[in-house]
């Protein structure tokens, strides 16, 4: 079994920055894609931004240039860094993973994000 937690949200006004982490603990061996999905109330949940085991990075068009997601898997951890943010950026944000010799993905609990003046 795979834990994730997740650590960063917060209330942050207009052109703003925070900056979200997700550690991974338990049985892993390795861990493949590392991604961040948002909900905002009454919406669909939304891919922000994904990162693989090599690197490769994919952004939502909404965030592109402002976020930048990262990962150190020596902590089996995966980061997301949020600059300019919007008030349309408000949501709740989980980390996701799939792990090697693990059948289904893992999600975090979820950190609410907040941006308003």
């Known amino acids: 079994q795979v834990q994730l937690v997740e650590s960063g949200g917060g209330l942050v006004q207009p052109g703003g920055s925070l900056r979200l982490s997700c550690a991974a603990s338990?049985?892993?061996?390795?861990?493949?894609?590392m991604g961040w999905y948002r909900q905002a109330p009454g919406k669909q949940r939304e891919l922000v931004a994904s990162i693989t085991s090599g690197g490769n990075t994919y952004y939502a068009d909404s965030v592109k240039g402002r976020f930048t997601i990262s990962r150190d898997n020596a902590k089996n951890t995966v980061y997301l860094q949020m600059n300019s943010l919007k008030p349309a950026d408000t949501a709740v944000y989980y980390c996701r993973m799939t792990v090697v010799r693990h059948e289904f993905p893992y999600w975090g609990q979820g950190t609410q994000v907040t941006v308003s003046s």
């Open positions: 338990g049985s892993i061996f390795s861990i493949n894609a």
